[in-house]
C-alpha cells in the first residue's frame, strides 16, 4: 500500500490494489445509486419532459459532484466515518444521523429486494418472492466469505458493467435525436419545471447512505490520510459520472422511444422502453437489467448501513458481516411476509431528503475546524460547490416532507 509515513499514512502510491479498490468503491457507489427506483424515475421524466429533461440529468451530475466530492476528502482527510465526524461537531449527532440512515437503508432494502425479485420474474417466469429470497441468499452468500469485500468489489463492477452494456445496445437500438437531446440540455424548456426532476435525481444518486458507500468503503480497507486525495478525487468523480453515464444512456434510450409517439406503461414504463426497442424478448433483457440494478444496490445498502451501525458500540465493530446479514435477512422477511409497503418507502423518501442536507452540512462545518481536520485545507471552490448542494437538498428533504403530510392526509 506504500511506504508508511508519519501517524500511520501512506505515502499516497497507487498499487494494483488501489486501482481494484478504486474500481470497487466506484462501483459500489455507483450501483448503489442505481435501483429499481433510478430506472423508473429516469423513463417517467424522460417522458414527461422530452429533451429537456437532458438539462435536469446535468445540472444534478454537477451538484452530485459538489456533495461527494466534499464528504469523501474530509472523510479520507481524518480517517473516520461520517457518523464519527458528525460526533465531533455535535455530541450525540451522529448516533442520530446513524439510526436515520438505516431506518432509511431497511425500507429503501425492502424495495431493493422486490425489485430484484422482479426481475428473476421477468427473467425466468419465477415467483417475485421466490426471487427475492434467492437474492437475498446469494448477497448473504457474498459477505459470509472470508473474501467478502474483494467479492462485493468484483460483483458490483460486474452488475455495474452490465447494466451500462445491455442499456447501451438498447440506446443505440432506439436512434434518438442526438442533436435535439444536446441543445436541449444547454437550453431547455421552462427550466423550472425541471426543478423537481433536478432535486429527485439528487436525492436519488447521494441522498441518505448512498453517498458515503464508496468513501466508507475506502476507510474500511485502511486508506486514509492527505496522501490520498488524489485517489479520492477521482474515485468520487468517478462514482458520480459513472451513474451519469447510465441514465444518460438510458434517458436516450426512452427519448429515441417517446419521440416516436409511443406511451409508455404507467404500471412499468422503463420495461416498455426495452419492448417496444427489442421486441418480445425485451421483457427479459429488462428483467436482467432490473435484478442487476436490484441486486447491487441490496449489497450497497445493506453494507453501507452496517458501517454506520457498527460504530454505534464497541461490541458492534468486529460484527460488520453479521449486521449486513440481519439487514438482509429483515428486508427479505419483512417484503415476503408484508409485501412492498409503500407507506414504508415513502417515509424512507423523506429521509433520504433530509439526511443529506445534515451530514454534508456537518462535513462542510468539519472542514474549516482545524481540531478536527488539523492542517488540510479544504479549497473555497468546494465550499461553494457544497453550500449549493445542501441548499438543493435541503429543498428535497421539504418536498419529503410534504410527501409526508398527503400520505398521512395532513
Known amino acids: 500500500m506504500g511506504e508508511k509515513l508519519k ?50 440529468i446535468l445540472l444534478s451530475i454537477l451538484i452530485d459532484i459538489g456533495a461527494q466530492i466534499n464528504i469523501w476528502r474530509v472523510l479520507i482527510v481524518t480517517g473516520k466515518r461520517g457518523q464519527e465526524v458528525a460526533n ?39 415467483d417475485i418472492k421466490v426471487g427475492a429470497a434467492i437474492t437475498a441468499i446469494l448477497s448473504i452468500t457474498i459477505f459470509l466469505s472470508r473474501s467478502g469485500q474483494k467479492i462485493m468489489d468484483v460483483v458490483t463492477m460486474f452488475l455495474g458493467v452490465l447494466m451500462i452494456i445491455v442499456v447501451a445496445i438498447v ?28 432535486i429527485t435525481l439528487v436525492g436519488g444518486t447521494v441522498g441518505g447512505y448512498i453517498t458515503f458507500a464508496g468513501a466508507h468503503r475506502i476507510l474500511d480497507s485502511g486508506i486514509k490520510g492527505k496522501a490520498f486525495l488524489p485517489f479520492v478525487n477521482k474515485a468520487a468523480v468517478a462514482g458520480i459520472l459513472t451513474t ?21 406503461s404507467s404500471e412499468n414504463p422503463p420495461a416498455s422502453v426495452f419492448e417496444h426497442v427489442l421486441g418480445p424478448i425485451g421483457k427479459n433483457i429488462f428483467g436482467v437489467v432490473l435484478f ?34 440481519l439487514f438482509i ?44 481536520v488539523g492542517d488540510y485545507k479544504h479549497p473555497t471552490w468546494m465550499l461553494v460547490f457544497g453550500i449549493i448542494a445542501v441548499i438543493v437538498t435541503v429543498v428535497t428533504g421539504i418536498y419529503s416532507l410534504q410527501s409526508l403530510s398527503t400520505l398521512f392526509g395532513m
Open 171 to 198: 440506446m443505440v437500438k432506439a436512434n434518438p435525436p442526438y442533436g435535439y437531446a444536446l441543445t436541449h440540455m444547454i437550453v431547455p424548456e421552462n427550466p423550472l419545471a425541471l426543478v423537481l426532476p433536478i
Open 329 to 372: 435477512v429483515v428486508s427479505t422477511i419483512i417484503f415476503l411476509f408484508l409485501g412492498k409497503p409503500v407507506t414504508l418507502l415513502i417515509v424512507a423518501g423523506a429521509l433520504n431528503g433530509l439526511i443529506l442536507p445534515i451530514t454534508l452540512g456537518t462535513i462542510l462545518i468539519a472542514s474549516k475546524r482545524k481540531s478536527i
Open 88 to 126: 465531533d461537531i455535535v455530541s450525540g449527532l451522529g448516533t442520530f444521523i446513524s439510526i436515520l440512515i438505516a431506518i432509511g437503508g431497511l425500507a429503501f432494502n425492502i424495495g431493493n429486494i422486490a425489485g430484484a425479485g422482479l426481475g428473476l420474474n421477468a427473467i425466468f417466469g419465477l
Open 7 to 56: 501517524n500511520g499514512e501512506t505515502d499516497g502510491q497507487f498499487t494494483k490494489n488501489h486501482k481494484r479498490l478504486l474500481l470497487g468503491s466506484v462501483f459500489l457507489m455507483a450501483t448503489s445509486a442505481i435501483g429499481p427506483a433510478f430506472l423508473t424515475q429516469t423513463a417517467v421524466f424522460t417522458a414527461q419532459f422530452a429533451a429537456s429533461f437532458a438539462f435536469a
Open 292 to 325: 442487476a440494478a436490484a441486486m447491487s444496490s441490496v449489497i450497497g445498502s445493506a453494507y453501507t448501513s452496517s458501517t454506520f451501525l457498527k460504530t454505534l458500540h464497541k461490541s458492534l465493530y468486529t460484527k460488520s458481516n453479521l449486521m449486513v446479514i
Open 244 to 264: 451519469g453515464v447510465l441514465r444518460t444512456l438510458l434517458f436516450l434510450g426512452v427519448l429515441g422511444v417517446v419521440v416516436t409517439g409511443v406511451t409508455l
